[in-house]
């Protein structure tokens, strides 16, 4: 049998109606897991839930806005009912509701993006402990971003969030390794979704863009699923506590070349 296999896991992705998040829940359902395919809108989590069943996997639709607390515990609770206890957790949703200089942020905006990037990742990763150490181990995947790694002069807010995710991921390692719940990191590069579009959507963006990127070209959200598959897995049992960068090589090179 590979490492790679999820026969008779259940996973949640979260923000995986679109996107980096959707690669990574096509990627664990055919492996063999069933997949909560969650974002706020219930209707793309649908068409994503019935792609993923023509391809003969497993999937469910629960809507949830993971900056709602209770909408949070939904989603655990309804995972539980529709498809039995969570092995696999994917923190993917993230938001970022605000763009210039840190000081100006409001308190609502910061206070928005703490809660949504970071808190709800506290919040999911205690409500799926209980199911993980009862199965007798568990693997949390945090999405973070480069974005994290070096300063991000206008996405202030956002870039300290995707930074907590390392520590947070060091945290929960630390504190559920003796649980056999694994945690651990993926910091993708500019990849090209919605959600970086104004980073890659115009020729003159998306040449400066490539020519600083080692590889040449951006990324697509299948460069980062198979990852996700691999940190759910068998196949990276002893790793814990890590963070992954996948970036085409955007953090190798010396700033002056990226810019
Ligand atoms: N794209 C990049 O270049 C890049 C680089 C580094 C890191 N990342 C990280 O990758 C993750 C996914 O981003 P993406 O680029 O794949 O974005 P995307 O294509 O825009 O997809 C975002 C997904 O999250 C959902 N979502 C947004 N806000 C949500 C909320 N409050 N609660 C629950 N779901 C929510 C969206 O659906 P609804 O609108 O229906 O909620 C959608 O399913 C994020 O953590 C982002 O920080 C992206």
Request: with cysteine.
């Amino acid at each position: 049998m590979t490492p790679f296999d999820l026969s008779g896991k259940t996973a949640i992705v979260t923000g995986s109606s679109k996107g980096i998040g959707r690669s990574i829940a096509e990627h664990l359902a055919r492996a063999g897991a069933q997949v909560v395919i969650s974002s706020r809108k219930e209707g793309p989590c649908q068409q994503v839930v019935a792609s993923i069943r023509q391809e003969g996997g497993q999937a469910a639709a629960i809507p949830c806005n993971v900056g709602r607390k209770d909408e949070v515990e939904n989603l655990v609770s309804e995972t539980r009912r529709l498809l039995g206890p969570i092995d696999i957790l994917v923190a993917n949703a993230a938001v970022n509701p605000y763009y210039g200089p840190l000081v100006e942020i409001s308190d609502a905006a910061f206070h928005k993006t703490m809660d949504t990037n970071i808190l709800s990742t506290i919040w999911l990763a205690g409500l799926v402990k209980p199911d993980m150490v009862a199965r007798g181990g568990g693997s949390i995947i945090l999405i973070s971003s480069v974005g994290g790694l070096r300063a991000s002069p206008n996405l202030g807010a956002y870039a300290i969030s995707k930074a907590a995710d390392f520590q947070l991921t060091r945290t929960l390692a630390a504190e559920m390794g003796a649980d056999k719940i694994r945690v651990n990191c993926i910091a993708p590069g500019l990849v090209k979704t919605d959600f970086a579009k104004v980073l890659w959507d115009n020729p003159v963006a998306r040449k400066m863009a490539e020519n600083s990127l080692p590889l040449g070209r951006l990324g697509e959200s299948d460069d980062i699923g198979p990852a996700a598959l691999y940190f759910a897995s068998d196949a990276s049992q002893w790793v814990t506590g890590q963070t992954l960068v996948i970036d085409g090589g955007s953090t190798i090179v010396a700033p002056s070349t990226t810019e």
